[in-house]
Each structure stands twice: as C-alpha cells, then as structure tokens.
C-alpha cells in the first residue's frame, strides 16, 4: 500500500529511514483503520509525532542552507500537521469512524505524503547533496 513512499529515494539516508518509517507506520494504521481496531487513534498520533519530527530534521537541514524554496517546504510540513491533527480531533470525537478514517489515509494522506516526497523532499536532498551539505548534520 505505501509502496509509492518507499520506492522514492532521495539519496539523503536519514530522510529515507525516515519515509521508511513513516510507511511502516502508515501501513499499520491502515490495517488498523480496515480492521476497525482498537488502538488506531494512538497509532494515528504515533504516525503524527514521527513525522513531526522528521519535518524538524528536513527543516534543520534546510536552515543549514541558503535553500530558496525552504518556506513552501516547511509550509507543507505544517499544512499536513494541521491536517492529520483534525482528522485525528475527529476520529477521536467519533464525528469519523475507522472506515472514514481509511478512506481519507488512502485517498489523501498517502497521496500527498508520496507526492511530498518526490518533489519538496527530492528537490531538498539534491540541492543539500549538490551545497555540500553533509548528512549526518541533519540528524538529531
Ligand atoms: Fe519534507
Ligand atoms: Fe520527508
């Protein structure tokens, strides 16, 4: 199901362990989600905190960097936060159920993390790779 984030490499280790990571998580609350189980608003927040920290090492990485597209980047990041934080609040308030949940992980959440990845996260990567700058200095 997340195969479209995992066969994307940007070529930057630490951010493709971490959309490795992501998709794992992200797989698991589908499973979750399709099973109507317990435990998948706390998978959800799980999936959520990752990647916020993950967007704080692409963005550390980017402040290390005269990057010009460096706020439309960090703008995605925040966007997605703000929207995976509401689908939670309503799943958490029962206004979506499990299946709804699904419906919007498969149709909107993984599509637009992928597309992320292949375009502000790929773009990021080899402007880094092309300035010099190393990778581990965006681990953290
Ligand atoms: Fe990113
Ligand atoms: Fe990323």
């Known amino acids: 199901m997340t195969d479209t984030i995992r066969q994307h490499h940007t070529q930057m280790a630490f951010m493709d362990r971490d959309h490795e ?28 905190e990752h990647n916020r920290a993950h967007f704080a090492r692409e963005e550390g990485l980017m402040a290390r960097m ?16 703000e929207l995976w934080e509401g689908a939670l609040a ?5 206004e979506l159920d499990a299946a709804a949940l699904a ?22 990567a080899q402007f880094a790779l092309r300035a010099g700058v190393v990778d581990e200095a965006a681990e953290g």
């Open 66 to 81: 005269d990057f010009p597209p460096a706020a439309g980047h960090k703008a995605e990041h925040t966007a997605a936060l």
């Open 103 to 124: 419906a919007i992980l498969r149709d909107e959440i993984l599509p637009a993390y992928s597309r992320h990845v292949r375009t502000m996260d790929s773009l990021t």
């Open 21 to 48: 990571a992501a998709a794992d998580r992200l797989d698991r609350l589908l499973e979750l989600a399709d099973q109507g189980r317990d435990g998948l608003a706390a998978a959800f927040r799980e999936f959520i």
């Open 90 to 94: 309503r799943l958490e308030s029962g």
